[in-house]
């Protein structure tokens, strides 16, 4: 028989583990496009893929045949809208403001991409500080779904829109739009 404080403490561990934070909300992908100034240099190949009845991932392919330099620059806005409609789009506060490519990676690279498609690709991880060059390489994210470690742990519904651009010898980049839902625990 168990005991009226036995079944306190696991009604109390319950809830305490029920009020964990994280992020509240699910995404679906809904379409990934990329362009690139020069393909002999990096060639970029995206996608969305289907896994299930109702689970999406994204899957990108990156031929990156050039040397990255101190002007190599990356940045990457969001924008948010309710409707989906082009028009729509807002600007929000978690935009990459436009950095050099050595900094990115040492920040945001490391502290969320990473943590969201190491696992789904063969990116470059590293220890502390990143000590260039970057190396050249077909580098692959196959079905990523990423977890959302290190991005905002609340969203408002809608539609996202990440633009992420890389500038320098090479222009190139990608627009993942995204459905955002909340989560259903």
């Avoid at 995404?27 to 689970?55: A, F, M």
């Avoid at 050099?100 to 969320?112: I, M, Q, R, S, V």
């Avoid at 696992?119 to 220890?127: A, K, R, V």
Wanted: with cysteine; charged share 25%.
């Amino acid at each position: 028989m168990i005991s009226r404080c036995s079944l306190l403490f696991l009604f109390a561990t319950l809830l305490i583990d029920g009020c964990k934070a994280g992020r509240n909300w699910d995404y679906e992908p809904l379409s990934l496009t990329s362009y690139s100034s020069d393909e002999d240099l990096l060639k970029i190949v995206t996608k969305v893929d289907r896994l299930g009845r109702s689970q999406y991932a994204f899957s990108m392919t990156l031929d990156w045949n050039y040397d990255v330099d101190k002007d190599t620059m990356v940045e990457a806005d969001v924008y948010h809208c309710s409707s989906g409609a082009e028009d729509d789009y807002k600007m929000m506060p978690w935009s990459i403001p436009k950095q050099p490519f050595f900094e990115y990676l040492n920040a945001f690279y490391k502290d969320a991409f990473i943590k969201n498609v190491g696992h789904c690709s063969n990116m470059l991880q590293f220890e502390g500080d990143f000590v260039p060059p970057w190396p050249r390489n077909v580098y692959k994210l196959d079905k990523c779904v990423a977890s959302g470690e290190g991005l905002p742990e609340i969203a408002p519904e809608g539609f996202y829109k990440l633009d992420y651009k890389m500038s320098g010898q090479v222009d190139w980049g990608f627009t993942l739009i995204v459905k955002v839902s909340n989560k259903v625990i």
